[in-house]
């Protein structure tokens, strides 16, 4: 809850929608299942990469809610990096089910229109706290005389110094310092502190920092913190690599330093563009208008900054916008509905890297939950599926209390398969009963090495799902997914 997605993006519009007569409500997914109220005529999904995802949307679906993914960050363009297979095969499933796309950039509107042409999609700028004008200027007053009396610059960094994919946070704080060493040399002392997560201050995180070449501080970040720190900065110093990720990044951090006084110094790719003229691209530019008292932030510029904020990151305007977006989607939808029907049954497959919460939440919707023979997690599955240890293919025991959901004709193959943690199952032999159902990969996955694995895992999943669709006609198939192997379940086209 105390993450930006949250914290910026939805709690400062909430006042502004109850304002226009509407009720935001942020909730764990985990916290919705079969049972929820479910009384919101919209339900946006947002920062949930993982298969909960789909079970969650499938029930909204089938209660007929208009449905949404958030978008923030681009971890699906990287088309021929296999650490994001997963997540192109979240967002591919996802997409089926949802009816718009809300986007926190043109950027990623436009990799949502690669994905899906066919969906609405909608840019809410990230919102901003808006300053007051009078106490915006006397700030700026206020780091000007202060600059003038010590000849000492202090600038900040601040945000998520890292990224489990990509070089970022204070990789380019370091790539760009030469701008930060540019600065000293024009007759000014400067100071840097920097705010970062505790999970970015490892050994080598804070060995990279040493080849700055201007004396810093380093300090965890927290909100109060950003507060403190942007309140005695004169300039916030925001560099940006060109890889995917980062150019696809909100305005949020430059808003944030100028809403408090703060001069924008960004380099590398012009991520800021659209709050020029107020964002510096050269350092020594900044150092001469502070000696000539020129600041692109100055009391007589804070006029033309309300006018960007309204136009990029006012609340109102942003909420509104919104607003107006959803009422237009349930308009369209409401001509196209029909009658909720049964929804077919659904399984959801476990890969060599799940969780047990996705697990859980999938037995409190009513969603089969099957064990592939990657899965090495000890749960009451409904299904489990293991390579045969006497012939090619697999067994497959299913959970006692699901065997009546089998036809006649299966239940009288069953045997007794034993009992597993709390669960009794009934074993089923593949071979007598779909015996032109051949399973794919299984002699190379039971080598159960990576490379193997890898080869294999793409043919022994898609096995799985068509071995489940014979036992269950018309069955919904899900995988759950996270492992970062170059495994693949999903066709990808290589146009997109």
């Known amino acids: 809850m105390a993450q930006a997605g949250v914290r910026i993006r939805y709690r400062r519009i909430e006042r502004d929608l109850q304002a226009l007569g509407h009720h935001l409500r942020v909730v764990p997914i985990q916290s919705i299942n079969d049972q929820s109220g479910l009384a919101h005529d919209v339900y946006i999904i947002s920062k949930c990469y993982d298969a909960r995802a789909f079970l969650v949307a499938r029930l909204l679906q089938g209660r007929d809610k208009l449905i949404g993914i958030d978008l923030f960050d681009d971890y699906?363009?990287?088309?021929y990096d296999s650490r994001f297979t997963s997540l192109r095969y979240w967002l591919h499933t996802l997409l089926q089910t949802a009816d718009f796309v809300l986007c926190s950039t043109p950027m990623m509107r436009d990799l949502a229109g690669r994905f899906a042409p066919e969906l609405a999609k909608h840019v809410m700028n990230d919102p901003a706290v808006l300053p007051n004008d009078d106490?915006?200027?006397?700030?700026?007053?206020?780091?000007?005389?202060?600059?003038q009396a010590t000849t000492i610059v202090s600038i900040c960094w601040f945000g998520i110094g890292d990224n489990p994919h990509f070089p970022v946070g204070l990789t380019d704080l370091v790539a760009f310092s030469g701008d930060l060493h540019r600065l000293r040399r024009r007759g000014f002392d400067i100071r840097l502190d920097i705010l970062t997560n505790r999970r970015?201050?490892?050994?080598?995180?804070?060995?990279m920092l040493r080849r700055l070449a201007v004396p810093y501080e380093v300090e965890e970040w927290t909100e109060e913190r950003e507060k403190q720190l942007l309140e005695k900065s004169v300039a916030c110093f925001l560099p940006v690599n060109s890889q995917n990720f980062s150019v696809a990044k909100s305005l949020n951090r430059a808003v944030s330093a100028l809403c408090a006084g703060v001069q924008?110094?960004?380099?590398?790719?012009?991520?800021?563009?659209?709050?020029?003229?107020?964002?510096?691209?050269?350092?020594a530019k900044l150092l001469d208008d502070v000696r000539q008292n020129t600041l692109a932030l100055r009391e007589d510029t804070v006029s033309d900054l309300m006018r960007l904020l309204q136009e990029w990151a006012d609340p109102v305007v942003e909420t509104r916008s919104l607003v107006a977006f959803l009422h237009k989607q349930i308009e369209r939808r409401a001509g196209s509905l029909t009658a909720a029907g049964q929804q077919p049954p659904a399984a959801l497959i476990h890969g060599k890297n799940t969780t047990s919460d996705v697990h859980k939440l999938a037995q409190r919707m009513g969603v089969l939950s099957v064990c592939s023979p990657f899965c090495n997690l000890d749960l009451n599955f409904d299904l489990r599926f293991a390579f045969a240890t006497d012939r090619q293919g697999f067994d497959v025991l299913i959970a006692d209390r699901h065997a009546s959901m089998l036809g006649r004709d299966i239940q009288a193959l069953?045997?007794?398969?034993?009992k597993?943690?709390?669960?009794?199952?009934?074993?089923?032999?593949m071979s007598r009963l779909f015996p032109s159902v051949?399973?794919?990969?299984?002699?190379?996955?039971r080598m159960d090495s990576p490379m193997s694995v890898a080869a294999s895992y793409p043919y022994v999943m898609a096995s799985i799902m068509r071995t489940l669709q014979h036992l269950f006609p018309a069955i919904q198939c899900y995988n759950s997914e996270q492992a970062t192997l170059p495994w693949s379940v999903l066709r990808e086209d290589p146009h997109r």
């Open 438 to 445: 051949t399973p794919d990969g299984s002699a190379l996955a």
């Open 414 to 418: 069953m045997s007794s398969g034993g």
């Open 264 to 283: 924008v110094l960004s380099s590398g790719f012009p991520l800021y563009e659209a709050l020029a003229p107020l964002v510096y691209r050269d350092p």
């Open 200 to 207: 970015a201050m490892t050994t080598d995180g804070l060995a």
């Open 135 to 147: 106490n915006l200027r006397r700030a700026l007053r206020r780091k000007l005389e202060c600059i």
């Open 76 to 79: 699906f363009s990287q088309r």
């Open 420 to 429: 597993i943690l709390d669960t009794i199952y009934q074993k089923l032999d």
